[in-house]
């Protein structure tokens, strides 16, 4: 801890001290310019190939004059399906969302402002969940899903997703920092149970709220396994197995295959943009609890 | 709203011993005046409500669970120790060799599901310690205090939003062998001229940096809220010392980042045994000379492809019992983090 570098700076000239101070700054801005373009190079490839027509030695910058950007079009007209991924991928996600916030909702209500019996009990089977991953159940799911004929519905890609341990707990410690004093007072003004939940617990806490939609829709989107799984045919595609689909159909045509992945990512860049201060707490809290 | 609640509540069958059922209000008021033998019954007779509502509100998250979470979990657990039909019916029952064929003590001499768990072992090797060096490197970059900082943060948070499938198409298109960027890389690392995820020597490294970037994302939020959560102070009182820099770095963020780092690691890791759609999506198979046939897709195979319900259970059951361990141990860590503060 010793001072082995004194800022020399101090000793400088009030120019030359500015000068130095302009410097630094600009190197950071080259710095955070270089790491951005390494970090979104993928993205910007798949921008440039997107828009190079039909090609199959893309280079790395198109060709200004030949820019196309009627590929996005021809994606939808090439692939008929990819109106009907999207359309399910909102459909199970928002529906897997809404699910979630209510589940997550009723049982962190219970859990933080109920006091009854066997509480720890009901508190280590929540938990449990979440040490129990996902692999070590898909094969008994899979098979059930298939007895009760979920193969390529809704109910299949939604049902198995509509409880969250994660979002349980993320609601349960926000619902304990809200003052259980409020629910007492509440209650010796004859509010019931449940009116307080809906009219003045749940109005405080949309941050939490907020974290939960953001975090449970792009992880819903994002699948991959699941709906590989229980979808057989091309409508009942989500996006992530569609475009998956639609690059080993379409393997030569790179222009179309990077389009169409584009136009898949949209929706949760988007989201990204608009939620990501909600997505930030989300995920530094799931990683808090696990 | 309260008289709406009541006929539905089925915590009445546990209110049989007080004969009066008076609303929340004068219950409380009761409760207030301090009636001692009264009120104390009166609370028991919440708490009995109270599990009622409890277990109402509970009801829908614990069926769900009970349904696709722990009934699929002990049915996963006893398949393991059954031969299986094509339909999933344990038709006989098998002992414990699936498992001394999963670890190669069957004495058949074929530890390829070992060395699925080593390529998977070798998969997160590769990963983490990249992903965490980078992640930290763009997080210490963006507590830069420069205007904008908070496009450039969300640019380095962008790669969460992007859903390994996605990515593994675009990165699918970089590696092409007819694609310049590649061409280039190819010739600089003096790799072969072939295409490098059909490549047993770079197929399973070729992923992994693919994983980096999609990891990347979020390594970069937890770092840079740990890096945030640093007190200022220590950063000031370190400079009246003469502590600038990269010895600040070195001697207040990174020992204060430590536990934030270790979790990291073992959430990464976790992650990283879970990995899946990115060799679906980029390879398709188990590789070239299985060089890139970790833990889940072994299972993947077993259970979709060749219907071997009961094997890949046994497979999945040594996934779980190795994730199990590395999850106590990130309790553990975040046990201690917890101290720390």
Known sequence: MSAQVSPAYRELHWGTYQ?????????????????????????????????????????????????DFSVFGQAFSKEKHLWR?????????????????????LAAYALSHLRFPAKPVF????????????????????????????????????????????????????????????????????????????????????????????????????????????????????????????RSSEIAVYNLQMAATLIVLLPTLILLILGQRQLVRGLTEGALKG | MSALDRPQNPATRFSAAVKTHGDASTEATLDRLGRPAQAGSRRLHRRWQDFGWALLYMSPALALFLTFTYVPFVRSILLSFYVTTSTGEPSRFNGGKYYARILNLDGSGQGEYLQSILTTVEFSLMVVPLSMITALALAVLATAKVKAIGIFRTIFTSSVAISVASAGVIWSLMYAPNVKVTKW?????????????????????????????????????????????????????????????????????????????????????????????????????????????????????????????????????????????????QYRVLDRRVHYQ
């Open chain 1, 19 to 67: 000068a130095i101070l302009l410097a630094k700054k600009a190197g950071t801005y080259f710095l955070l310019v270089l790491a951005s373009m390494l970090v979104l190079f993928p993205l910007l490839f798949a921008l440039s190939l997107a828009l190079q027509g039909e090609t199959i030695a893309p280079t790395l910058i198109p060709d200004v004059g030949k820019v």
């Open chain 2, 185 to 329: 890389l190819v010739e600089v690392l003096h790799l072969q001229p072939d295409n490098l995820l059909n490549n047993a020597s770079t197929a399973l490294a070729a992923v992994a940096f693919m994983t980096v970037w999609t990891s990347l994302g979020f390594n970069f939020i937890i770092l840079l809220a740990g890096l945030q959560a640093i007190p200022q102070e220590l950063y000031e009182s370190g400079r009246l010392d003469g502590t600038t820099g990269w010895t600040a770095f070195r001697y207040v963020s990174l020992p204060l980042l430590t536990p934030t780092l270790m979790f990291l690691c073992i959430i990464s890791t976790i992650q990283c045994f879970q990995a899946f759609t990115q060799f679906n999506v980029l390879i398709g198979n188990e590789g070239p000379d299985k060089a890139t046939n970790v833990m889940v897709y072994a299972l993947f195979t077993a259970f979709w492809k060749d219907n071997r319900y009961g094997f890949a259970s046994a497979l999945a059951v040594v996934l779980f019992v190795i994730l199990l361990a590395l999850t106590i141990l």
């Open chain 1, 85 to 105: 991924w999207i359309l399910n991928s909102f459909v199970v996600s928002v529906a897997v969302t809404l699910g979630q916030l209510l589940t997550s909702v």
């Open chain 1, 123 to 246: 508190f280590f089977v929540f938990l449990g969940t979440l040490m129990i991953p996902w692999e070590s159940t898909i094969i008994p799911n899979y098979l059930a899903i298939t007895s009760w004929g979920w193969k390529d519905t809704y109910q299949g890609l939604i049902v198995p997703f509509l409880a969250s341990g994660f979002g349980i707990f993320l609601l349960r410690q926000y619902f304990l920092t809200i003052p259980y004093d409020l629910y007492e007072a509440s209650v010796i003004d004859g509010c019931g149970r449940t009116r307080y939940l809906w009219s003045i617990l749940l109005p405080l806490s949309r941050p939490a709220l907020g974290t939960l939609a953001v975090y449970a829709f792009l992880s819903t989107w994002n699948q991959y396994y699941w709906p590989l799984l229980v979808t057989d045919s091309t409508e009942w595609r989500t996006t992530q197995v569609g475009i998956a689909v639609f």
